[in-house]
């Protein structure tokens, strides 16, 4: 079975400052990952996904993400985050063959100091 | 587009009592599957559906049905709820296809008092 474990729980940053938020998945065939964002009282947004190909991915917000397959990683990165980023954070992984299942991490509650 | 629909926003429920959440989506997407999200445990897939009539257990299912008799409509029973239950709940929606994302509905905030 597929699984996600997302290491922070909670981030604090000051605007500006670097973010990588680490995702680690548990599923030894081929997969599809997401991020997805989620701002406070709405509904989860998608950042990016991966699904074949170059491993470095780019999404909305200047958000980018590498895929690492012998680590079984799909890091979130922004170079330089904004008050507006404050969010809560999900990664997520759909194993091939498992039923199309999109198994998600505990989430990342990313907070940004102006 | 209104995209993924659920209803109600919001409920309070009494231990015991029954309630359906509704969920439906106008872009005739084959897949759809409930969660439901709690603090520090993210989203956890309840029960999903790959088409009309066909309907699969999730990570969490145990208290929960559900059917789906069209391609819009995949609504979630509670039979007998109970405060375990209280959770914020999302639909989601997409198209049959390994590359096709997911859709999500704006959430129903249940209360099991």
């Known amino acids: 079975a597929q699984s996600v474990s997302q290491h922070n729980h909670h981030v604090i940053l000051s605007e500006a400052a670097s973010l990588e938020l680490g995702c680690n998945y548990s599923?030894?065939?081929?997969?599809?990952l997401f991020w997805y964002v989620q701002y406070p009282g709405q509904h989860l947004q998608l950042l990016l996904k991966y699904f074949s190909g170059d491993p470095l991915v780019k999404g909305i917000k200047g958000f980018e993400a590498e895929f690492i397959k012998s680590k079984f990683s799909f890091n979130l990165r922004k170079p330089s985050v904004q008050w507006s980023d404050t969010a809560e954070y999900f990664c997520?992984?759909?194993?091939?063959?498992?039923?199309?299942?999109?198994?998600f991490g505990q989430g990342t509650e990313l907070s940004v100091k102006p | 587009n209104a995209g993924v629909t659920q209803t109600p926003k919001f409920q309070v429920l009494k231990t015991g009592q029954s309630m359906t959440l509704q969920c439906a989506q106008d872009m005739n997407h084959e897949y759809m599957s409930w969660y439901r999200q709690d603090p520090g445990m993210g989203l956890r897939l309840i029960h999903y559906?790959?088409?009309?009539?066909?309907?699969d257990q999730g990570e969490v299912p145990n208290g929960y049905n559900v059917s789906r008799s069209t391609t819009e409509d995949f609504p979630l029973r509670l039979l007998s709820a109970a405060p375990s239950q209280t959770s914020v709940y999302f639909c989601?929606?997409?198209?049959?296809?390994?590359?096709?994302?997911?859709?999500f509905g704006d959430g129903t905030r249940l209360s099991i008092l």
């Open positions: 599923y030894g065939g081929t997969v599809n």
């Open positions: 989601a929606s997409r198209r049959t296809g390994w590359d096709q994302p997911q859709h």
């Open positions: 559906s790959v088409g009309a009539g066909i309907t």
């Open positions: 997520a992984v759909r194993g091939y063959n498992q039923g199309g299942k999109l198994i």
